[in-house]
């Protein structure tokens, strides 16, 4: 009689636990110990006799989603992004030529001689283009409004940065 009760408590036992071990000392003397709510499921608890140790039926910690639907949408995110940026990089690259195209003779000077000397002062240009420096600083703010030419640093210290290049050069 013994015999059968032990089957028959290791048959219950097989269908209410299956495989599950003790994650700490892989015993399977593991008994349930209620249930956790979490965001979209119900998770079993269970507790081992043996060491006592607590633990779940989830395998994947600190997560709400399954790993296959996590790992789609940052695939799905990462094309799309990647996408968005190739088409972003054209159209830029499409307005700084139009816009490259627009400058005037002041400008492309101004353009021309930063690219030689990119800690030039704005007396520095107006002595080599022959303009006078307010001229200068008008023509320096057009082409930092267009997207051109950057200030990098402090007025006495920084120097400038053409973004990118003319084509035409």
């Known amino acids: 009689m013994k015999r059968r009760d032990e089957i028959e408590r290791e048959v219950k036992r097989q269908r209410v636990f299956g495989n599950r071990k003790c994650p700490n000392c892989e015993s399977k003397e593991i008994i349930r110990k209620g249930r956790r709510k979490e965001k979209f499921e119900i998770v079993q608890k269970y507790q081992c006799k ?9 395998k994947l910690e600190n997560s709400s989603f399954s790993p296959r639907v996590i790992i789609s949408a940052i695939s799905s995110y ?5 996408e968005g940026e190739k088409d972003l990089e054209k159209d830029l690259e499409k307005d700084l030529e139009k816009d490259l195209e627009n400058l005037n003779q002041s400008q492309k000077k101004i353009v021309e001689e930063i690219a030689k000397n990119k800690n030039i002062t704005q007396q ?13 600083r008008i023509n320096i703010s057009k082409l930092k409004e267009k997207g051109i030419l950057k200030r990098v640093g402090a007025d006495k210290g920084g120097y400038w940065e053409i973004i990118s290049e003319r084509k035409d050069k």
Not at 78 to 82: I, S
Not at 125 to 132: A, C, E, H, Q
């Open 124 to 136: 520095e240009l107006s002595k080599i283009i022959g303009i006078n420096e307010k001229n200068i």
């Open 78 to 82: 990462d094309k799309g992004l990647n």
């Open 50 to 58: 043996e060491c006592g140790e607590n633990f779940s039926s989830k």
